[in-house]
């Protein structure tokens, strides 16, 4: 009897946060390489298909055995099966560093630490993409609480997570983002791995 009441418990939690906009659909433990291994054990895979980010405009997306093979369980759930991974144990929703986001499959740039902020949903958020062309939106209807706003990276086709109007000023919007789906640039790296053109964004006036 416990096991039932703690079952429906957990359901009903993630019902609720579904219809708060906590729902965001991360893929399943956002982390990567050696994070990753480090929190959830997952050890399959590099956690990175794309070894040339600068080539991402000319990304052909590898076969499915390929994919496996490359990302991690946890990785490859998110972005292709359209998983979501649990809130506040992730690689990135506390993530304060200053750089980019960028699809962890093909390697579009996607999202810039400077429009992310703290949701308290426990998944990375950010007001606005920083490439709006590569995102892709459509209506998702999974559940059965209504139809919400699916986010999908162009390129790669990766599922990233979901979008709410309930975000701050000034777009009053929320990309709910699952870290699993992201890789994480920094600003001193972003001209050796092809990122050069977003530098100026974090130089200081």
Request: one cysteine or more.
């Amino acid at each position: 009897m416990k096991t039932v009441v703690f079952s429906f418990l957990i359901i009903l939690m993630i019902l609720v946060c579904s219809n708060t906009g906590m729902t965001q659909e991360h893929g399943k433990s956002t982390l990567t390489g050696k994070e990753n291994i480090k929190m959830t054990g997952e050890k399959p895979g590099s956690g990175i298909v794309n070894s040339a980010p600068a080539d991402w405009r000319h990304f052909k997306k590898p076969d499915d055995a390929n994919l496996r093979r490359m990302l991690t369980p946890l990785q490859y759930k998110v972005t292709q099966k359209e998983g979501t991974e649990p809130p506040f144990q992730n690689e990135y929703d506390t993530n304060k560093r200053e750089g980019i986001y960028v699809d962890i499959v093909s390697g579009e740039p996607l999202f810039s630490s400077l429009d992310k902020y703290d949701s308290k949903t426990g998944w990375p958020s950010f007001t606005k993409p920083l490439v709006l062309d590569n995102i892709v939106t459509r209506q998702d209807k999974s559940l059965f609480l209504g139809v919400r706003t699916e986010v999908r990276s162009k390129h790669g086709d990766s599922h990233l997570g979901h979008v709410f109007d309930d975000g701050p000023p000034p777009t009053g919007l929320r990309y709910c983002m699952n870290s699993a789906a992201l890789r994480f640039v920094p600003k001193e790296d972003l001209e050796k791995e092809g990122y050069g053109e977003y530098v100026k964004l974090f130089e200081k006036k």
